[in-house]
């Protein structure tokens, strides 16, 4: 859902770009809008994205803001026309790259009205170039992930089950199965620790109450071996008794 949000957000606000920015009566507020943008961009970066994190807002604010600058000095002729290429690229990374790919498509399109209006020969290049952004952006995107994974950073889910031979200690360095392991450890005390008062109390109602966190703790394991399991596939570890 999310997905298609995004390319559907991102594909209008080129629309809506463009449209302002060819139409009669607004043209003459390009440059103004790209202050305006400019000027979103700051605020939201210094109050908002300070605060809340919310960088993918911050992008898209970003965008509006490029088209902006590149529509008010001139589209095909901008000295900022690079900075498409750059936000195409950017999109992929943050979203997903079918948001990059709806973003490049849509101004592929736009642009095809305008062939023709400098030289036909670079204006074809132009486009061209454009598109070639899209296999870039796969590629990086992937290179990207690669790396990552290569870094014990993320964990890259894959299809094909047969990658997932002596993948046990690659798993066991990933950041998702880092995270059950260390906090089995404290559960585990904790159960313990509770088994140790059980035997040593006398009173009645602390036996109960030492009852309650065992079975906490015992709950507690059961669902972080399962979440283990769903996320990697795999039965890495098994809670001691």
């Given amino acids: 859902m ?5 390319i559907l957000f ?3 606000i080129t629309l809506i770009v463009y449209i302002l920015t060819k139409n009669p009566i607004t043209t003459f507020f390009k440059l103004q809008f ?7 961009v700051i605020i939201y970066g210094y109050f908002v994205v ?11 604010i970003s965008a ?7 529509a008010a000095t001139g589209w095909f002729v901008s000295p900022f026309f690079f900075t498409l290429y750059l936000l195409a690229i950017l999109l992929g990374f943050t979203f997903t790259p079918s948001t990059s790919v709806a973003f490049i498509l849509t101004l592929t399109g736009l642009f095809s009205f305008d062939i023709g209006t400098i030289d036909i020969a670079y204006d074809y290049l132009t486009i061209l170039s454009l598109l070639t952004v899209i296999p870039l952006t796969f590629y990086l995107r992937k290179e990207y992930l690669h790396l990552k994974e290569a870094e ?9 089950e047969k990658v997932y031979q002596n993948k046990v ?6 950041k998702v199965n880092d995270f059950a392991v260390n906090l089995r450890q404290p559960i585990n005390d904790t159960k313990q620790l509770a088994f140790l008062i059980k035997k ?24 972080l071996q399962e979440f283990e399991e769903k996320v990697t596939g795999k039965r890495l570890l098994k809670s001691p008794h």
């Fill in 152 to 160: 014990k950073e993320i964990l890259v889910i894959r299809k094909d």
């Fill in 2 to 6: 999310h997905k298609i949000r995004n």
């Fill in 50 to 60: 300070k605060k809340t994190g919310h960088i993918r807002t911050m992008i898209m």
């Fill in 169 to 174: 200690e690659d798993l066991l360095a990933n």
């Fill in 34 to 40: 790209a202050l305006l943008g400019l000027l979103a």
């Fill in 10 to 12: 991102t594909i209008g």
């Fill in 200 to 223: 040593n109390a006398t009173h009645e109602s602390t036996i109960k109450d030492v009852d309650r966190i065992i079975a906490s703790a015992e709950e507690s394991l059961r669902m």
């Fill in 64 to 70: 509006i803001f490029v088209l902006f600058l590149v």
